[in-house]
T-cell receptor, first 113, second 110 residues
Framework: KAGVTQTPRYLIKTRGQQVTLSCSPISGHRSVSWYQQTPGQGLQFLFEYFSETQRNKGNFPGRFSGRQFSNSRSEMNVSTLELGDSALYLC????????????FGPGTRLTVT | AQRVTQPEKLLSVFKGAPVELKCNYSYSGSPELFWYVQYSRQRLQLLLRHISRESIKGFTADLNKGETSFHLKKPFAQEEDSAMYYCALKPNSGNTPLVFGKGTRLSVIA
């Protein structure tokens, strides 16, 4: 079974721009969760999508948004980028969501200059 | 609110020495606790879960409800254990997401 894939793997943007990250879950998985990983804060939950609906949302500003498509692929968007948004963005998929059996992707390294 | 605390950002031990990675949690109910590991240039992956009470790669973790702790232990550290370790809590209430600690970087010195 192919694992979770994320594209692009690396991204450099400037302040004020917006960015879209993509995540393809493991086949058959309907839940996709997004996390922001930084050295100082560790893993912080952004949101979870299940069957095209946002089921959970973390404590992030409205500049962070996401969506899920009918094939379970998910995208997250960050608008008006700030320097502090530089991080590794991880996507995780699971069959039903709300479980610990999450399978993580390799992440997208976003650098904001 | 649920919270997971890993008090050590970095833990360095010598090869062959015992290792204990601390994890304390704050939750009013009965949570499920897990340890995730991220080796260099690899994906974050589940190491073990408290309900299975298993030993993975020589690591064990016991849930202590009285002390609200879930420390990860290994009697003899190996160089390949060097990695980032995250403790995580899943509240026992519906489809709530995992809550992660900030992680502890374990460095095993030869």
């Amino acid at each position: 079974k192919a694992g979770v894939t994320q594209t692009p793997r690396y991204l450099i943007k400037t302040r004020g721009q917006q960015v879209t990250l993509s995540c393809s879950p493991i086949s058959g998985h309907r839940s996709v969760s997004w996390y922001q990983q930084t050295p100082g804060q560790g893993l912080q939950f952004l949101f979870e999508y299940f069957s095209e609906t946002q089921r959970n949302k973390g404590n992030f500003p409205g500049r962070f948004s996401g969506r899920q498509f009918s094939n379970s692929r998910s995208e997250m968007n960050v608008s008006t980028l700030e320097l502090g948004d530089s991080a590794l963005y991880l996507c995780a998929s699971s069959k039903e969501g709300g479980t610990y059996e999450q399978y993580f992707g390799p992440g997208t390294r976003l650098t904001v200059t | 609110a649920q919270r997971v605390t890993q008090p050590e950002k970095l833990l360095s031990v010598f090869k062959g020495a015992p290792v204990e990675l601390k994890c304390n949690y704050s939750y009013s109910g009965s949570p499920e606790l897990f340890w995730y590991v991220q080796y260099s240039r690899q994906r974050l992956q589940l190491l073990l879960r408290h309900i299975s009470r298993e030993s993975i790669k020589g690591f064990t973790a016991d849930l202590n409800k009285g002390e609200t702790s879930f420390h990860l232990k290994k009697p003899f550290a190996q160089e390949e254990d060097s990695a980032m370790y995250y403790c995580a809590l899943k509240p026992n209430s519906g489809n709530t997401p995992l809550v992660f600690g900030k992680g502890t970087r374990l460095s095993v010195i030869a």
